[in-house]
């Protein structure tokens, strides 16, 4: 999906001679007719792997579970929420794998041990002089290495963020990925979503993004960092089209989102509808809590002003803090018209 404002390309497939409509940005771009995935230019682009993806059901059951599982008292919202948008989206990803290493310099402060003498007097007032040992700052040079080797993807897009893609992402698991074939997913008629970064692009960003873990590990541990050189090896680098789904769905004359990973089915972060009825219970538990954190106040004054008054004293400080813990949720939950769950 190209950014707002900006006018569609067309790219004409070389496979089967379509036109694609594309953005300005797009490099990688992905056939809606046939599915061939080439750059912009038409040249092939390597390892081309995917995830395979539920059908509509199986995302609606799956949605339908997560709502079941956080309704909490609104018990009519499984049967009540009405889906009215069930897309299934391919997003492109680029892994690879990055040998990284650095090496660095730096100090970092230390308590050294320094002798002093100081003067005495016994019992008898009389005076000597001891040796003791104290302590002062000091500076330790470091000199070091870090030593990596890891799994790092990028999300091959510039513009387009979706509601709950960055959580989706962290589930992507390249052990259950197949070999990239559009003919196993067409019928569900999902939407190919094009790459605005390149794998040389791809490539330069995940060396940066790996040097600044190395340097901010290193400097973790130093006063002062003076000098850090990493030096990666990119390898593997691989296009992935991962199957996101984005479920939309209307309760009680309101619409909700909830952002699913397409290969499992299951919800990774979803809006749950917080009802009226729900918000005006909730606002009258808020201010009973402002009368009982009002009441246990007194009762904890009054139990200083007693001769034995400690347990009148520690009564009245706990239904204190119940009182605020009750008024702080109970206010909390009647301003809200929705929660936010992970799946």
Known sequence: MSKEGQAADMFKCPVCNGNVRTGPDDVVITCTYCGNTTTIEGKAIGDHLMEMAKDAQERVD????????????????????????????????WTAKVKADSWYKGYRTVQVPVQKTRTVKDSQGNSRTENYTDYEPGYEPVQSEIHTDTDERLLARKGSRFYGLDEYLQTIDLKDTVPYSFEKVKDMQPTMLNAEIGAEEFEKTVHGRVADKHRSQ?????????????????????????????????????????????STGKVVLGEIPVTKSQRMMWGIMGFFGIFLAGVGGEFAYLGTTLTDGTAVMIGGAIAAIVGVALTFLGLRVLLMTQREKKG
């Open 62 to 93: 799956g949605f339908r579970k997560f709502l079941d599982k956080n309704k909490g008292m609104n018990k009519s919202l499984v049967q009540g929420a009405q889906v009215v948008e069930n897309n299934l989206i391919f997003v492109p990803v």
């Open 218 to 262: 290193a400097k973790s541990g130093l006063t002062e960092l003076f000098d850090c050189r990493t030096t990666t090896n990119v390898r593997g680098t691989t296009y992935l089209q991962a199957p996101f789904s984005l479920v939309r769905y209307k309760f009680q004359g309101e619409l909700y989102k909830c952002a699913l990973d397409g």
